[in-house]
């Protein structure tokens, strides 16, 4: 069983770790080792806090929304 990180609640977990193991399938490279299916090393990455949720900045009224976002990015 895969212990999610203190402070980091079930719901942000299953998110987080889904949206990781999306950009797995898309062809990101793994941040930890191990031949696991790319749900099983998204949550191992957010366990082991080698991804971090992104909060965009706000778009201002009139501004053009941004073609595409990162979902999670690399602890540093």
Excluded: Y
Excluded at 32 to 54: L, S
Excluded at 56 to 74: K, Q
């Amino acid at each position: 069983m895969i212990q999610r990180p203190p402070g980091v609640g079930a719901f942000e977990f299953v998110i987080l770790a889904t949206l990781r193991a999306a950009q797995l399938i898309r062809g990101c490279t793994p941040k930890v080792e191990g031949g696991h299916k790319p749900i099983i090393t998204a949550q191992f990455e957010v366990a082991a806090g080698k991804v971090a949720q992104f909060f965009p900045a706000r778009v201002a009224v009139g501004e053009p929304a941004p073609t595409s976002i990162p979902v999670a990015t690399h602890a540093t």
